[in-house]
């Protein structure tokens, strides 16, 4: 599988962007994907994923303003994010990985399991 990220740049506070992400390759049909990112001196941490049946599961710290869809038909995923903050500069990464139900968002950041993309970066500015 291979993954291709792109919607990334350089935005002000308060501004919004849609990353998507998209995947080439076989992929089985159960299968997870997710939003991933590492801010500058940063672990990298889960964002949001969705598994076969669309449902989703999104990191507090950006519930109230990310959200993640897909487009089966296109294999494609994408990260809408609203109410940007310097906070969220980081580059965002998209993953997939043949399992379900889906890891937890700690578990498949930390364990960097399935196939990932080079990533997109995103940049917000005060």
């Known amino acids: 599988v291979q993954l291709v990220e792109s919607g990334g740049g350089s935005v002000q506070a308060g501004g919004s962007l849609r990353l998507s992400c998209e995947a080439s390759?076989?992929?089985?049909?159960?299968?997870?994907m997710g939003w991933f990112r590492q801010g500058p001196g940063k672990e990298r941490e889960g964002v949001a994923t969705i598994d076969r049946f669309g449902l989703s599961t999104t990191a507090d710290s950006v519930k109230a303003r990310f959200t993640i869809s897909k487009d089966s038909a296109k294999a494609t995923l994408y990260l809408q994010m609203n109410s940007l903050k310097p906070d969220d500069t980081a580059m965002y990464y998209c993953?997939?990985?043949?399992?379900?139900?889906?890891?937890?968002?700690?578990?498949?950041?930390?364990?960097?399991?399935?196939?990932w993309g080079q990533g997109t970066q995103v940049t917000v500015s005060s």
């Open positions: 390759g076989y992929i089985h049909r159960r299968n997870c």
């Open positions: 993953a997939v990985e043949d399992r379900y139900p889906c890891r937890s968002l700690t578990t498949w950041s930390e364990g960097g399991f399935g196939d």
